[in-house]
């Protein structure tokens, strides 16, 4: 399989901190990747630097073979990016289908934008409450939303951070097969995530950062097994 | 009916269906035929009126839908106006002249709003900051203007005139044959209504098309609106440079309505109204702000007549009223109760026919 999304020697200084501090990442097409780590070990800068909110201090990033570390990230978004982002960043006052519409329009129109919008409505079942203003969704259906809109541009690679923050046990796992169902689609996804039982739900390969670094990588089970892992998230190294 | 035409209802404007439209047409034709039936001065009045319909309805859209708060239109404004008066009274009104003065004068303000808004949005200010630089502008402008009473400050035969202002340009003037046509008076309250009555239902369009989508998108969460793909920049720019010519083409209007501009046109006092009569009605809405603005325009005119500057006082109190207890505009906030009431009363009455059966 070829690499869609590829990071080299990514470095990211805040000041006198090494936020990300030479990350080597390399995402195969129609990969289903899980990136772990403790707070602040770097995750959610990393997917800032790969969309362009941040620019890099060293390194580069290519995606679908093309060097985007110079792109704005509007244009990256165009070329087959999509994310949402840690904190839902949705329209809250506006409507759920407006916000569906404003994601969907780019790329559609008319007929096939109204087809488009009762898929996704049905995908994260939130029909009911369409005309709803989305400030009025419980957390986790707000999640859905963004995770929705962020689908709608029927993007190559999808970057989920944390997208079961704050769910319940039965929204996270309703989330974990959304989350396969739409990798099995074709979509290469990458998630950020802490909820280890999500991880295993959805997780073929596992990516631990640390201190802005790549500390492990492997699959679930090789990753649990090194010890090293465990005490870090216990806070020991 | 085509696709565009539908746009005129949509979800980023209050008021649709028939009734609405019905209710539209009727307002526009009284007032067309009103010069038929009031005096010179009644017209004269209400053409005032309309006259500062265009720089609100231009900072509704800059303000109220995409989020950019602008404290400065009056300079696009009074750009418009010393644009108009510099070039006709150099140029005076042969032939096409004075409209060749007119698209002059709202050529200008689109380039200083491509230039400031060039240098605002890709440079980074946000928030309160643009308000601010525009702010600046516009007292800058007052300020320059203001000190150039010298003799030496003319531009061919237009004096600028400093503080006193700027007199005696020509209206417009259409050639046609022997008698051309002048627009004064009544003739001139019907171009400023039908350029009314044309921006408002262009804005319609504009606000409810994917276009409009993607500026409360901005408005609303700009982040959000550039990782769907949107230039957040560049929309920016565009709505800050329509909404600008807007208050270009209330400037020129102004000026040829008195015949007259003057430096306090884009003064302090000035650069807070168009703020007070978007704000009131309610900047997310244009029909909000259109009704808003001809009447506080109206009632200023009102009190101006009985108690001179109180008026602005007022208008001050009227805004404190308006941001403390209805934030949203007063219009706005009013359609709003009365929508939420029916929809209730919808819902209650639904309940009746389904609980019959069981009782």
Known sequence: ?237 | MPRWLALLDGPQTLGHGRAFWFVFALIVLVAALLPTFVDAFAITNLTYFLVWVFMALGLSLIWGYAGILSFGQTAFFGLAGYTYGVISINLGDAGLWTWFALLMSLVLPAVLAIFVGYFMFYGGVRDVFVGIVTLSITLVFETFMAQTAGPEWTIGSARLNGFNGMSNMPPLTFPWGENPIIFDGPSFFWLVLALAVLVYVGLRIVVNSRFGNVLVAIRENPDRAEMLGYNVRLYQLFVFVIGSVLAGVSGVLYTLWGSYITPSSMGLTAAALPIIWVAAGGRKDITATLLATVLLTWLSQQLAVKGSQYALIWMGVILLVVVLFAPEGLFVTVWKKLRDRRRLQQVAAARKTVSLPSA
């Open chain 1, 1 to 237: 399989m070829a690499t869609i999304l590829q990071t080299r020697g990514l470095k990211k200084y805040f000041g006198g901190l090494r936020a990300i501090n030479g990350v080597d990442l390399a995402i195969e097409e129609g990969e289903l990747r899980c990136l772990i780590g403790p707070n602040g070990a770097g995750k959610s800068t990393l997917f800032k630097l790969i969309l362009g909110s941040y620019r890099p201090s060293e390194g580069a990033i290519l995606f679908k073979g093309e060097d985007i570390t110079k792109l704005q990230p509007h244009l990256r978004v165009q070329r087959g990016m999509s994310i949402k982002f840690q904190v839902p960043g949705i329209f809250l006052q506006l409507p759920v289908e407006q916000n569906l519409r404003i994601a969907l329009q780019r790329a559609h129109r008319g007929a096939a934008l109204d087809q488009a919008l009762e898929r996704l409505l049905e995908l994260i079942d939130l029909g009911h409450r369409r005309s709803e203003l989305a400030a009025n969704l419980s957390h986790g259906q707000q999640q859905w939303l963004e995770i929705a809109m962020a689908v709608a541009l029927q993007p190559a690679v999808l970057l989920l951070d944390e997208p079961t923050a704050g769910m319940s046990h039965e929204e996270t796992f309703k989330t974990g097969e959304l989350v396969k169902k739409l990798n099995a689609s074709g979509m290469t996804i990458v998630v950020i995530e802490h909820d280890m039982a999500f991880v295993r739900q959805i997780a073929k390969r596992v990516t631990v950062l640390h201190f802005g670094e790549v500390f492990d990588d492997g699959s679930l089970d090789e990753i649990v097994r090194n010890e090293d892992v465990v005490r870090i998230y216990l806070g020991k190294v």
